[in-house]
């Protein structure tokens, strides 16, 4: 059974003095917080409509259901703010 989800790209992963552009914070929609921790290992597609970058969740960050996903290549600028596919 195949489970798809949305989500929203909110930023890159940030250093201090660096931007990582292949791992990226989501917020998934309409899940629950705490739910959102059993959706690691899941595929991630970018843009949600005809995926072409994908990638996987490989943990969560902070504790308001935030995940960090590590795409196989640096998704562009215009993937800040929108939607992506996450599918089991």
């Known amino acids: 059974m195949q489970v798809e989800r949305e989500g929203l790209v909110?930023?890159?992963?940030?250093?201090r003095k660096t931007q990582y552009p292949r791992v990226c914070l989501i917020k998934v929609m309409?899940?629950?917080?705490?739910?959102?921790k059993q959706m690691i290992g899941w595929k991630v597609g970018w843009p949600a409509d005809d995926?072409?970058?994908?990638?996987?969740i490989v943990g969560f960050h902070?504790?308001?259901?935030?995940?960090?996903?590590?795409f196989k290549r640096g998704v562009p600028g215009q993937a800040l703010n929108s939607q992506v596919k996450i599918i089991k």
Request: charged share 35%.
């Open 30 to 36: 309409d899940v629950d917080p705490s739910d959102s």
């Open 62 to 70: 902070g504790k308001k259901g935030t995940l960090k996903v590590k």
């Open 51 to 56: 995926p072409k970058i994908y990638g996987k």
């Open 10 to 15: 909110l930023n890159y992963r940030l250093g």
